[in-house]
T-cell receptor, first 112, second 116 residues
Framework: DTGVSQDPRHKITKRGQNVTFRCDPISEHNRLYWYRQTLGQGPEFLTYFQNEAQLEKSRLLSDRFSAERPKGSFSTLEIQRTEQGDSAMYLC??????????FGPGTRLTVL | AQSVAQPEDQVNVAEGNPLTVKCTYSVSGNPYLFWYVQYPNRGLQFLLKYITGDNLVKGSYGFEAEFNKSQTSFHLKKPSALVSDSALYFCAVRDINGQAGTALIFGKGTTLSVSS
């Protein structure tokens, strides 16, 4: 257990529905990252927060995706109008001063 | 563009034998290099990192990695493999000439299988 928690661990939804995932970081970590991992691939970067500010967004983050980190603590990732291609493991990672990213267990999304 | 290559999809070793999982990278500046391990249906666990200093880095569970700047490699090694080391291993790089906090670029992963 790295100290990063994610909820839910699994989500099954129908195409077109909206889903929201939550990440709770290690308390002293001010940097938070979202990644997406599909079968047979390494994680791919989606977005990055430093405290409450969203500083980087990948081209993978289409306009159906939105992320927030209010008050610089937990973060949410929302996918609107889900598509089957959104099926993946969504990973959250957090980092502190030493710049090592610690990953949560992930949320596995299945879009039917 | 930054990239990481893990040339072997799978590495098979017998328990007690040494193991090597290969990684090469490409960055425009100087790299931060990382190894992570992933067990089925789990997140990634940090093993070790190279930032600066000694080219041989020691990490968790008896793993080590050697940074070779001329060959742009960062191979993961362990002197004596355990069956419990069987998992998926990822190499990752960050270009430290970018702003602090830039995301990691991951390789596709190498499955390590240790037989008893």
């Amino acid at each position: 257990d790295t100290g990063v928690s994610q909820d839910p661990r699994h989500k099954i939804t129908k195409r077109g529905q909206n889903v929201t995932f939550r990440c709770d970081p290690i308390s002293e970590h001010n940097r938070l990252y979202w990644y997406r991992q599909t079968l047979g691939q390494g994680p791919e970067f989606l977005t990055y927060f430093q405290n409450e500010a969203q500083l980087e967004k990948s081209r993978l983050l289409s306009d159906r995706f939105s992320a927030e980190r209010p008050k610089g603590s937990f973060s949410t990732l929302e996918i609107q109008r889900t598509e089957q291609g959104d099926s993946a493991m969504y990973l959250c990672a957090t980092a502190g001063a030493l710049d090592t990213q610690y990953f949560g267990p992930g949320t596995r999304l299945t879009v039917l | 563009a930054q990239s990481v290559a893990q040339p072997e999809d799978q590495v098979n070793v017998a328990e007690g034998n040494p193991l090597t999982v290969k990684c090469t990278y490409s960055v425009s500046g100087n790299p931060y290099l990382f190894w992570y391990v992933q067990y089925p249906n789990r997140g990634l666990q940090f093993l070790l990192k190279y930032i600066t200093g000694d080219n041989l880095v020691k990490g968790s569970y008896g793993f080590e990695a050697e940074f070779n700047k001329s060959q742009t490699s960062f191979h993961l090694k362990k002197p004596s493999a355990l069956v419990s080391d069987s998992a998926l291993y990822f190499c990752a790089v960050r270009d430290i000439n970018g702003q602090a906090g830039t995301a990691l670029i991951f390789g596709k992963g190498t499955t390590l299988s240790v037989s008893s």
